[in-house]
């Protein structure tokens, strides 16, 4: 499967990551990633990446708004409209459908 890095958004200056974490936070955690917004953890994704082969993380956020995104463990801001993010929002979707379908 082939992922879009997608475009940023909560640009920063280059040198002061957004998000900046050692390991990766349990799911349910929240992140204060600026005055205005803060975006919860809903998935980990695995990931190798391209360039040296390494396995890592691709951490997937959701914010209040409901908007889905991807970063690394340090990442100036998050990444829309990619592989990951579509999987999620998609089983969301279904999550939200499935919910409306009991309540009859």
Same mark, same amino acid.
């Given at each position: 499967?082939?992922?879009?890095?997608? $475009?940023?958004?909560?640009?920063? /200056?280059?040198? %002061?990551?957004? *998000?900046? @974490? =050692?390991?990766?936070?349990? *799911?349910?955690?929240?992140?204060?990633?600026?005055?205005?917004? $803060?975006? $919860? @953890? *809903?998935?980990? +994704?695995?990931?190798? /990446? $391209?360039?040296?082969? #390494? +396995?890592?993380? #691709?951490?997937?956020?959701?914010?209040? =708004?409901?908007? %889905?995104?991807?970063?690394?463990?340090?990442?100036?801001?998050?990444? &829309?409209?990619?592989? #990951?993010?579509?999987? &999620?929002?998609?089983? %969301? @979707? #279904?999550e939200m459908k499935g919910e =409306?379908?009991?309540?009859?």
């Amino acid at each position: 499967m082939t992922r879009t890095a997608g $475009k940023k958004v909560f640009k920063n /200056r280059k040198d %002061i990551k957004m *998000i900046n @974490l =050692d390991r990766v936070p349990e *799911i349910g955690s929240e992140l204060q990633v600026s005055k205005k917004h $803060k975006i $919860k @953890l *809903i998935g980990v +994704e695995p990931w190798i /990446r $391209k360039s040296d082969g #390494v +396995e890592t993380s #691709v951490l997937v956020w959701q914010r209040k =708004d409901g908007k %889905i995104g991807t970063s690394g463990l340090k990442s100036n801001g998050l990444s &829309y409209d990619n592989d #990951v993010t579509e999987k &999620y929002e998609n089983n %969301i @979707l #279904v999550e939200m459908k499935g919910e =409306d379908d009991d309540e009859d």
